[in-house]
T-cell receptor, first 111, second 115 residues
Framework: GQNIDQPTEMTATEGAIVQINCTYQ??????LFWYQQHAGEAPTFLSY????GLEEKGRFSSFLSRSKGYSYLLLKELQMKDSASYLC????????????FGPGTRLSVLP | EAGVAQSPRYKIIEKRQSVAFWCNPI?????LYWYQQILGQGPKLLIQ????????DSQLPKDRFSAERLKGVDSTLKIQPAKLEDSAVYLC?????????????FGEGSWLTVV
């Protein structure tokens, strides 16, 4: 089966850096994705990792360690608009290449 | 490029009534997904189509939920009869295909409240 775990809530201050962790257990790992979801809106794609290492995209970076079943999303220079839920999703080739989503981490950015 | 279109955006029905949601994926996307997202949780896959064939419907409650994608483009998800626990957002998503690097793009969702 699949299991994806993330912290439920995090709080950080505007201008700071925050790291959101995701751990996963899946039999046919075939990529890890991060999505951002503002309240009442659809999830939007942020980043994708399939090989170990760091992927950087402006203020957002994502890291993957396949041997540890671990990823993190790093958000730098936090802005108020970054307050949202961040969803970790794993693509599983043993599950029809479907995306399995974690519960999401609700991030609150305070002034 | 037009995104994933869904309708209706909001629906309130009484329990035991029926409801249908419609989705039109991004043009050229072969793979279409329906997810259920209960408030405060991550999306849960209900069904995945590749063109007009079902790839995975293992988590679709088939006694009350049905979905089809007859011509391999748009899709309909139906719930009949609805239960209170079906109150959720129903997200349609699409991807170019099922390759590892292909991300999925979501529609704005159809919000269902069952009273």
């Amino acid at each position: 089966g699949q299991n994806i775990d993330q912290p439920t809530e995090m709080t950080a201050t505007e201008g700071a850096i925050v790291q959101i962790n995701c751990t996963y257990q899946t039999s046919g790992f075939n990529g890890l994705f991060w999505y951002q979801q503002h309240a009442g809106e659809a999830p939007t794609f942020l980043s994708y990792n399939v090989l170990d290492g760091l992927e950087e995209k402006g203020r957002f970076s994502s890291f993957l360690s396949r041997s540890k079943g671990y990823s993190y999303l790093l958000l730098k220079e936090l802005q108020m608009k970054d307050s949202a839920s961040y969803l970790c999703a794993v693509r599983d080739r043993d599950y029809g290449q479907n995306f399995v989503f974690g519960p999401g981490t609700r991030l609150s950015v305070l002034p | 490029e037009a995104g994933v279109a869904q309708s209706p955006r909001y629906k309130i029905i009484e329990k035991r009534q029926s409801v249908a949601f419609w989705c039109n994926p991004i043009s050229g996307h072969a793979t279409l997904y329906w997810y259920q997202q209960i408030l405060g949780q991550g999306p849960k896959l209900l069904i995945q189509f590749q063109n007009n064939g079902v790839v995975d419907d293992s988590q679709l409650p088939k006694d009350r939920f049905s979905a089809e994608r007859l011509k391999g483009v748009d899709s309909t998800l139906k719930i009949q009869p609805a239960k209170l626990e079906d109150s959720a957002v129903y997200l349609c998503a699409s991807s170019f295909d099922r390759g590892s690097g292909n991300t999925i793009y979501f529609g704005e969702g159809s919000w269902l409240t069952v009273v």
